[in-house]
């Protein structure tokens, strides 16, 4: 447990601020999914063209039900949202 905890503290103290999981998209490009992770956190990021792409927001509630699966299967209690 010591060292978990040493770990996530020098995490946090090399990661102040969580980095936003960003990309620059390019020509002919319909979707790019980043993530971001460190030892306390993952976080997604979707850019999607509108044309190619119009209900992009499904493929985020289908993430965000993956993920809750996962947890649940991991057997990991997901964290309180502030929401």
């Known amino acids: 447990m010591a060292a978990t905890v040493q770990r996530s ?12 999981p960003a990309s620059i998209p390019v020509d002919g490009m319909a979707m790019n ?6 030892f306390k956190n993952i976080d ?5 063209c509108r ?14 039900e993956a993920l809750v699966e996962l947890e649940a299967a991991a057997g990991i ?4 949202s502030d929401a």
């Not at 503290?9 to 936003?20: G, I, K, Q, T």
């Not at 999914?33 to 460190?38: D, E, F, K």
């Open 51 to 64: 044309r190619s792409v119009p209900r992009a927001q499904r493929m985020i509630d289908y993430l965000e």
């Open 9 to 20: 503290a020098e995490a946090d103290s090399l990661w102040p601020v969580r980095p936003y």
């Open 44 to 48: 997604f990021g979707i850019t999607a």
């Open 33 to 38: 999914i980043t993530q971001v992770s460190n």
């Open 77 to 80: 209690k997901a964290p309180k």
